[in-house]
């Protein structure tokens, strides 16, 4: 468990008495902090850090909806991107001041995902160029204002979830799926949709490998990804087709490896409601969990026997794992670890957390 000595240590000398006394209290009492973006109370947007206790320690003002929130493995600061197809993303420490606002080029905007590089000196992001649909990779320097000093392909349209594997490899989620800021979130080529997962050398920014499904579910939309021990990633889908359809919508893939489909019933998959917000994997890689807003569940796969089961919970996106237990987090501000009932937020969580320091 990351303990609350740990978050002092990332979050720096004097943390703890910056705090207002109610937060101040807070931190005094958690055992883990979690980061998600999220809308506040007034319904404006930000970002915070809670305890699993049920009490916000910071919160971080955004210009609109936040969706995804990295950390930086070196610094500890974390990034938050705007929910597509917003422009901006800002960079946070763990005290909730802003560090830096990046801002997209004209003809981009961010798709809500990114990651640090393993030495922190770079922040990758995941872009669109709306006017030819292509998907790009930005790169920003973290070590000169977050500049933004280059872009490579990500070898598909509307590349949306992208992590680092190891020290050389980009893995992005290329959802297939066009869109254009005119047409706000509109799909616009369904019928022609060609996803793919792509292993992309991230000093070079050349393609190592690139994987898609069967064409008989090309409209299965490869979105959020997972690492696990074995130096594999997971992948959650959402699938575009008629809602009876029996499709995966979790996967496993390595670069040097095509797409494995686990045995997972379809009426297990059937309450997933054809969507996946989000995937985390345990520690030792022995369970995958996938949440879904859309059918209010979460199924966690045990790899080793097959076995399954279900969590029923309201709007559920946000999955973390603290080792092997599960931690899950709702847009009505619910928070929860283990079997536990979720500890309740005035907050409302976005699709996605973080353990902080992870």
Known sequence: MWTRRAFLQAAGVGFAASLMPRQAAALANAELVVAS????????????????????????????????????????RLAVFAWRPGTFAMVFDTRGNAVA???????????????????GRLLYA????????????????????????????????????MMLMGENLICVANGGIETHPDYGREKLNLATMRPNVAFIDRHTGDLLSLHELPQRFHQVSLRHLA?????????GAQYEGPAADDVPLLMRLGPDEDFFI???APTTLHA???YVGSVASSADGELIMAASPVGNSALILD??????????????????????RPILSTGNGGLAFGDAPPERFETLFDHHLVVVPG
Request: proline fraction near 6%; charge should be negative; glycine fraction near 12%.
């Open 37 to 76: 973006a999220c809308r506040m109370p007034d319904g404006t947007f930000g970002a915070a850090l809670a305890s699993e206790r049920g009490a916000v320690i910071a919160t971080l003002k955004l210009p609109a909806r936040g969706h995804d929130v990295v950390r930086c493995p070196v610094t500890g």
């Open 303 to 324: 790899t080793a026997s097959g076995e399954t089961a279900i969590r029923h919970l309201k709007n559920v996106c946000g999955t973390e794992f603290d080792g092997r």
């Open 272 to 274: 997933l409601g054809n």
């Open 262 to 264: 686990p045995d997972v």
């Open 101 to 119: 606002t990046l801002t997209s080029p004209a003809g981009r905007h961010f798709f809500g995902h990114g990651s640090f590089s393993p030495d």
């Open 227 to 235: 690492p696990d021990a074995t130096g594999r990633v997971w992948v």
């Open 126 to 161: 995941t872009e669109n160029d709306f006017e030819t649909a292509d998907g790009k990779i930005a790169i920003y320097d973290a070590t000169s204002g977050f500049a933004r000093i280059g872009e490579f392909n990500s070898y598909g349209i509307d590349p949306h979830e």
